[in-house]
């Protein structure tokens, strides 16, 4: 449906307005409206899914509280580099069987596949055998012009088959904006974030709280390129909580019931999400699919990274401070641990195996770590982005994200491609951006914002060449 930018007719007002609310709802609440649920009982819900999946792995320890984000608490967490204890990583490179990895066949066939399987079963979840198909359907166009530069919106909502399970409903929303005047198809960079209303006018930069004002806004960099964005909305996927695991795709998957310990959380629901999305790049013509971007920050960031991991559709990735079970190294014990993870209020991001790792089991008896996402993404190009410690803190840890970059650079290489050129943690503002994985810690705070020009950059070197 294309309206006219001045005068929307009834029908289209109406759908605004409702779609209106609904991102609003869902940006300050999260879904609770639509779940009819109130902070309280959210909790109590989220608690009681939390006591039923404890139950299920039949844990024997109690779980182990995370320290604290409050760096003047009594338990808070390390932040201090003298203090990090020593560990072992399992090499990306050797194999369960003891074998060293020295050809790109055995990545390919032994190790690989062996990486992807712990990281199913221990942390990220495996998705059901059977998943309900998606229709997307544009619901509107608009025209518009950012920082004089014309663009055409669409936003789509791709409608997930429920038949098998009617009383939940799943509707992905879904922005897309494409320059006008292209020519041919473009490459996009989707965002996981949320959609502001009007789209089209200059939003605000989402995820940044404390953006660069010297740093143009990063949809406008993109069509400086000529090149697309997108933005796609997690909670339309999956709530942002424990108790909505009974709901969203997951819970449509399972008809309403709980998760069993092997079943998929919140971060690979919301990367099954954008690989829809691709879905429906591979089928618009003005998208080149083959160059896609996929990019967020924090839980986003680390949905981001899973989308690479799991999706090798997916061309690029930018992945924005996205810390403990993103690419922060969990074995280092500064910022945030696995404890918090596999606390309440962040265990549904993962499979229920996971609190296995804050109760019976410890961090070291984890069979990956961060390293072995990063790994997943060879050879496609990964870019590792932080803000500074003075205004983003210390809790995602750069420096533990950086290392899962220096760890995962021996696959990069077996494949041909290049790692990090220095395993020394550059000094703020450096830009690694040599290989295959990039890594950039900006003077900004918790936002990819300020890393979107060297981002770009970095990027072009892949893009660029089959202008
Ligand atoms: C918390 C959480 C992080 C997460 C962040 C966010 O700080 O501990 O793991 O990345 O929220 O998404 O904002």
Not at 389 to 408: R, T
Not at 434 to 445: D, K, P, S, T
């Amino acid at each position: 449906m294309r309206y006219n930018k001045n005068r929307p007719n009834r029908k289209e007002l109406l759908l605004m307005a409702s779609i209106l609310v609904l991102n609003v709802l869902s940006l300050m609440d999260n879904g609770l409206q639509a779940q009819g649920l109130d902070r309280d009982s959210l909790n109590r819900q989220t608690q009681l899914d939390y006591e039923e999946m404890k139950q299920k792995l039949g844990l024997k320890a109690e779980m182990r509280p995370g320290p604290s984000g409050d760096l003047s608490a009594p338990n808070a967490a390390n932040t201090d580099e003298s203090k990090v204890r020593k560990y072992t990583l399992p090499d990306p490179l050797v194999s369960n069987e003891g074998d060293l990895i020295t050809s790109d066949d055995a990545w390919w066939k032994i190790r690989r596949p062996q990486i992807l399987k712990y990281l199913k079963t221990e942390m990220y979840g495996a998705l059901p055998d059977i998943l309900p198909s998606v229709t997307w359907q544009v619901v509107a166009e608009n025209d518009t012009v950012i920082a004089n530069y014309p663009v055409t919106e669409k936003l789509l909502i791709g409608k997930v088959d429920n038949a098998s399970f009617p009383e939940i409903d799943v509707e992905i929303e879904l922005l897309v904006g494409i320059p006008t005047a292209a020519a041919k198809a473009v490459p996009v960079v989707m965002e996981f974030g949320f959609i502001r209303w009007p789209f089209g006018s200059p939003p605000a930069e989402p995820n940044s709280y404390f953006i660069s004002p010297y740093e143009p806004r990063w949809k406008q960099q993109l069509l400086t390129k000529g090149w697309g964005y997108a933005i796609l909305v997690p909670s339309s996927i999956q709530a942002d909580h424990g108790a909505g695991l009974r709901s969203g795709i997951i819970g449509l998957a399972n008809k309403g019931k709980f998760r069993n310990p092997k079943q998929w959380g919140a971060l690979r629901a919301w990367a099954w999400g954008a690989s829809r999305a691709m879905d429906y790049f591979e089928s618009d013509p003005v998208v080149d699919a083959s160059r896609i971007g996929i990019e967020g920050t924090s839980r986003y960031g680390k949905a981001a990274l899973v989308t690479m991991a799991f999706d090798d559709r997916f061309a690029l990735g930018f992945i924005g401070s996205s810390g403990a079970g993103g690419a922060s190294i969990l074995r280092r014990n500064f910022g945030e641990q696995v404890e918090n993870l596999a606390s309440s209020a962040e265990y549904h991001w993962f499979c229920g195996n996971f609190l296995k790792y804050a109760s019976d089991l410890t961090v070291d008896d984890l069979p990956i770590d961060a390293h072995s996402l990063v790994a997943l993404c060879a050879p496609r190009p990964v870019f590792i982005s932080a803000g500074s410690p003075f205004i983003e803190g210390q809790w995602v840890d750069a420096k533990g994200m950086f290392l899962s970059g220096v760890h995962a650079s021996p696959v990069y290489e077996l494949l041909g491609k290049k790692g990090f050129t220095s395993s020394d943690f550059p000094e703020m503002g450096t830009s690694m951006t040599e290989g295959e994985i990039a890594f950039r810690q900006h003077a900004g705070g918790h936002s990819t914002g300020p890393n979107w020009s060297t981002w770009i950059a970095w990027a072009s070197r892949y893009w660029n060449q089959f202008k």
